[in-house]
């Protein structure tokens, strides 16, 4: 059996971290969850190296001549992340149409109720 201070560390943990934390992303509709696994598909899908991300984020990246299986690796990564951003474009779209034409039947029904 744990000590009694690992015990109450771990309940505080829990308590005071795990809780608040997981309440934040349901309220939020688990948004976020969904946004980093499909941003992380992205990565994975390009094969890039911890280095290769790097150099992307930094201001190098944008001015050294990089080798042929790098600029292979993030062209797939700029491919990727295009597709990944017009994706999301259109899904916007839609749900703003769909809450566009919801929007007069809610007013309507809180005026009849």
């Known amino acids: 059996m744990p000590p009694l201070s690992e ?6 943990s829990f308590l005071l971290y795990t809780i608040p934390r997981q309440l934040w992303v349901h309220i939020l509709l688990r948004l976020p969850v969904l ?8 990565f994975t899908d390009s094969e890039l190296s911890i280095l290769d991300v790097k ?6 990246a944008h001015n050294n001549l990089v080798s042929g299986a790098e600029s292979i690796a993030l062209n797939d990564f700029k491919r990727n992340w295009m597709r990944f951003l017009s994706s999301l474009k259109a ?4 749900q703003g149409t769909v809450s566009a034409l919801l929007l007069p039947y809610v007013a309507s029904s809180a005026v009849i109720e």
Request: aromatic share 12%; glycine share 4%; no cysteine.
């Open 7 to 12: 015990s109450i560390g771990s309940i505080l």
């Open 55 to 60: 150099r992307l984020t930094t201001v190098q």
């Open 91 to 94: 899904e916007w779209l839609a």
């Open 35 to 42: 946004y980093f696994s499909r941003v992380a598909r992205v």
